[in-house]
């Protein structure tokens, strides 16, 4: 039987003076309630209960006992107090991981969560790594691209897609840029996680699909140090456009060949659990798809 509704059945026999008052309180039989204080007394190999026709009364050692029971009848409670509370009020330690680029795009989503949510401690790590999510105990990971763990939670935030951009001076240097196809001759700087690699994928005007493959002389995980690069003049950038559109509204990069769209991805929120989510991780979510809604044309300049 199980124990912790043995150790119920026993302390609701003591405390209201017999079984059937006891099985009445616990919606169980008189039967049922004197089966799981046996199994009690059976598992201590001690009488906890001095049984008569005409009453029930404990024993020295079922007082002893009874005292102990209460304790831990208690403390479980106030256990489920303290989950219930984490459950509904955000508060802990929240650790996110996101790829060093949009770190500039996560931070006012921590801020705005930390205003609201005094009790929670945010533990943000940034970088351009494959992660474990359960080994390194985060909590939630925002991400370009579809995690490589299908038992990963995937929430889809914004759709974005890549600006195709350089700097004037690169086109100065090797004159414009009029088809698509004539990628292929210049040094096309790649991000290593882009998901078809060398074949820059496209969409026309009438929607159909294009591509063309690239190459060049940086292939990096890094998309600032990508972006560097581009306004240095080193080559030319697909590049997300929340990382560009400061250089692109300034003219420190131009955007290249407006009539070919970048393929639409997914800013994704990942995380390990669906069932009982934490209410830390489920405000913070929320709040990034509510931000990710409000920051649609920055994330996808197309839109």
């Known amino acids: 039987m199980d124990r912790l509704t043995s150790l119920t059945a026993f ?39 001095h049984r008569t026709t005409r009453k029930v009364s404990v024993t020295e050692v079922g007082r002893a006992y009874y005292d102990r029971c209460i304790q831990i009848l208690a403390d479980l409670e106030q256990a489920d107090d303290i989950a219930g509370a984490l459950q509904s009020t955000p508060r802990g330690t929240l650790r996110i991981f996101t790829a060093t680029h949009i770190v500039p795009f996560v931070a006012p989503v921590v801020a705005e969560f930390l205003a609201a949510y005094p009790g929670v401690t945010v533990d943000l790590n940034m970088g351009e790594r494959a992660i474990d999510m359960i080994d390194e105990g985060f909590d939630v990971a925002i991400r370009l691209m579809p995690p490589p763990d299908s038992s990963l939670i995937v929430r889809s935030l914004a759709t974005w897609r890549h600006v195709l951009c350089c700097s004037p001076a690169y086109l100065e240097k090797h004159g414009p840029l009029r088809q698509l196809s004539e990628l292929a001759e210049h040094n096309c700087v790649r991000h290593v996680l882009y998901p078809y690699q060398d074949e820059w994928r496209f969409v026309d005007r009438k929607g159909a699909p294009a591509s063309v493959r690239i190459a060049g002389n940086l292939v990096s995980n890094s998309g600032e140090t990508l972006r560097t690069a581009a306004l240095q003049g080193v080559g030319i950038l697909l590049g997300p456009g929340f990382l560009v559109a400061d ?57």
């Open 11 to 49: 302390v609701r026999v003591v405390d209201s003076g017999g079984f059937s008052a006891a099985g009445r309180k616990l919606n169980m039989s008189t039967t049922m309630v004197s089966n799981h204080v046996q199994a009690l007394e059976e598992r201590l190999g001690a009488r906890l209960l």
């Open 247 to 303: 250089d692109l509204e300034s003219g420190r990069l131009v955007r290249l060949l407006p009539e070919y769209r970048p393929v639409e991805l997914s800013m994704n929120a990942v995380y390990p659990h669906r069932h009982h989510l934490s209410a830390k991780v489920r405000s913070f979510i929320d709040l990034l798809a509510h931000h990710s809604a409000e920051r649609q044309k920055l994330i996808n300049p197309y839109a």
